[in-house]
C-alpha cells in the first residue's frame, strides 16, 4: 500500500508538472502572437504614415503646380490687356465689348488720372461729352473706363480725352487729384461756379481748390 500511494504521488506530480509546463508554454505562445500582433499593427501605423506623407507631398506639389499655372495665367492675361490696350485692339472680353476711343490723343504721361474717378470724355467721337469712370490704369499713359450710359469698356484713353467732374451739390466727397494732397477724400463745403473754385475739408484743415484739382469718384 505504501508503494502504490508513492507511485500515486510520483504521478500526480508528474501530471503537474506537466501541466505547469503546458501553461507556460501556452503563456509563451500568447506572449509571441501578442509581440507579433504588435509588430504588425506598428508596421501597419508605421506605412499608413509614410502613405499619408506622401499624399500630402503629392497634393502639396499638385497645389504648388496649379497656383504657379494661375499665376502664369494671371501674367499673360495682364500682358495681353496690356498690349490689347497699347494697340488699340478692339475684342470681347469677360467685362464685356472693349473699344478704341477715335480722337487725336497726345499721349502724355498720366498726372492727375486715379483709379474710380468719375470723368467727362472731351475727345470726339462715339463717347464724346459722355461720363463714365477709371475702372483701370494700364500703365503711365494710359487707361480703361467704363461709360456710365452702357457700360462699355473703353481701352487706350489717355488724359488729355478726359476731364474732370465736379459735384453740383455742396457738402459731397470729392477726391484730390493734383498738389500735396493728390490721392486724398475731402468734403466740398462750398463751391464757386464763377470762379470755378471750391472749400475743401480736407481732415482738420480747409482749403480753397480750383475745380481742375478735385474729382467726383465712385
Known amino acids: 500500500d505504501h508503494d502504490r500511494d508513492r507511485d500515486r504521488d510520483r504521478d500526480r506530480d508528474r501530471n503537474r508538472d506537466r501541466d505547469r509546463d503546458r501553461d507556460r508554454d501556452r503563456d509563451q505562445n500568447r506572449d509571441r502572437d501578442w509581440s507579433r500582433r504588435d509588430r504588425d499593427r506598428d508596421r501597419d501605423r508605421d506605412r499608413d504614415r509614410d502613405q499619408g506623407r506622401s499624399s500630402d507631398r503629392d497634393r502639396d506639389r499638385d497645389r504648388a503646380r ?13 500682358d495681353s490687356d496690356r498690349d490689347r490696350a497699347r494697340q488699340g485692339y478692339a475684342g470681347a472680353g469677360d467685362d464685356g465689348d472693349r473699344e478704341r476711343p477715335t480722337g487725336v490723343s497726345q499721349k502724355k504721361p498720366l498726372s492727375w488720372v486715379l483709379q474710380k474717378l468719375c470723368v467727362r470724355v472731351i475727345a470726339k467721337g462715339k463717347h464724346y461729352t459722355k461720363k463714365g469712370h477709371v475702372y483701370d490704369i494700364v500703365d503711365r499713359h494710359h487707361c480703361t473706363l467704363r461709360m456710365d450710359d452702357d457700360g462699355a469698356l473703353v481701352d487706350g484713353v489717355t488724359e488729355d ?4 467732374i465736379v459735384p453740383k451739390r455742396a457738402g459731397q466727397d470729392v477726391m484730390i487729384v493734383r498738389g500735396k494732397y493728390r490721392g486724398q477724400v475731402a468734403v466740398m463745403h462750398s463751391r464757386d461756379a464763377a470762379k ?9 484743415a480747409v482749403e480753397t481748390m480750383p ?6 469718384f465712385v
Open 66 to 78: 496649379e497656383r504657379a499655372t494661375d499665376e502664369h495665367r494671371s501674367r499673360s492675361n495682364k
Open 161 to 164: 480725352m478726359l476731364e474732370t
Open 196 to 204: 470755378e473754385r471750391c472749400v475743401l475739408q480736407i481732415d482738420t
Open 211 to 216: 475745380f481742375d484739382n478735385i474729382c467726383a
